[in-house]
């Protein structure tokens, strides 16, 4: 009988087996990944468009494109088109991306033939119908004036806004004027331009049949690649904003700095370093404060990874008379990352933590086209995650202590507070 009293053997895996994928090429020149595995009878075709915001030539044009691809064809209302969906238990998402835009279509194998056969419709055929444009506007501007009257969400504009600049794509949010002016023909113009620069990603249960389908289907759509598009950095000095909000009784912190992306060989080191200083609830900015200080509910350091650039961001809510204090700790954790060594438990802690949650994130075949998917888009080494895993796993206290001198040093971040 089992005794539940005593708690099951700790085991240790540096293991990370991703699905190969299987590729080709169709008659168009669509690339085709095929994430094949799972035991539920069910698929995703993901489309990604190197349409995002980074090629727009008019603000939210790429936003507002995509997430009027399904609301009409030329023989099809976005009622008819989501009814039609709805019939076969099928779903289509969509994610406008600073980089890329994607179109997710999650269906039942046996009725892949008619909801792709529905999708190539939207992606050849959409109208972009002036009343389904009029009420994306309105929503979008009703949840921008919500947002508006966060401090949170003004305080990560804010700080993108210092590490890019207003007019670049990474930096820029979409004003309220901007919405408005949108024209349907800009967005026809866009797609125009980018939309037919596709990749297709098929997980799930993709078997000889399902993939004959994959190809008869996308093997005659039109795809061209869309014009390369080169923006040039903004470099600035770190400084220190704070834009007061009235009536507002807490300020939202970031703190930011550029950074180094996943082909760096650096990259690895910059993610332990960044998981022990806030990356999980165990981490050292939690344990000071929230946990000894209690200035803060919750805290957070992210490494965000761009396909053009990169950046490292700190951020928390705290009351307004905590406001110094708090930006004073977080100089002081940033500071002992390179000034001290990391201890001997809390290095093992921390990255038996990180590589664990990185493991549990392939329990799936769409996860692991997830995982395949930046592996195409980042232009890495097939066998990328495994080595992570493994350098990940031989990094020492003095590496880091190296690394952290390069990347977080705390005289090189922005810093902004709104409240």
Known sequence: MLNRSIAPPFTRSIDFELIRPRTEVLANGLPMFIVSGGSQEVVRVEFLMRAGRWFETTWGAAYFAANLLSKGTSTKSSYEIAQYFDQYGAHFEVSAGLDVVSLSLYTLTKNLAPTLALVRELLEDSTFPEKELTQLKSIYIQNLRVNQEKTSFQAGKLIRRSLFGEAHPYGKELEEKEVEALTREQLVQHLQAYGKDLVVFASGRVNDATAQILRETLSTLTVLPGAPKTIEPMYALPSHQYQKKEGSMQSSIRMGRKSIGRAHPDYASVLLINHILGGYFGSRLMKNIREDKGLSYGIYSSLQTLQHENYL???????????????????????????EP??????????????????????????????????????????????????????????????????????????????
């Open 313 to 339: 961001v700190i951020g928390a809510d705290v009351n307004n008379e905590n406001l110094e204090m708090t930006f004073a700790e977080i100089r002081k954790e940033l500071g002992r990352l390179y000034t």
């Open 342 to 419: 990391v201890g001997a438990e809390e290095l093992e802690m921390a990255r038996n933590h990180f590589i664990g949650s990185l493991q549990s994130e392939i329990t799936t075949p769409f996860a692991h086209a997830e995982k395949i998917k930046n592996i195409f888009l980042y232009g890495l080494p097939a066998d990328y995650y495994q080595k992570l895993i493994h350098t990940l796993d031989s990094l020492t206290a003095a590496q880091l202590m190296q690394t952290a001198r390069n990347y977080f040093e705390e005289d090189s971040f922005f810093e902004v507070a709104v409240g």
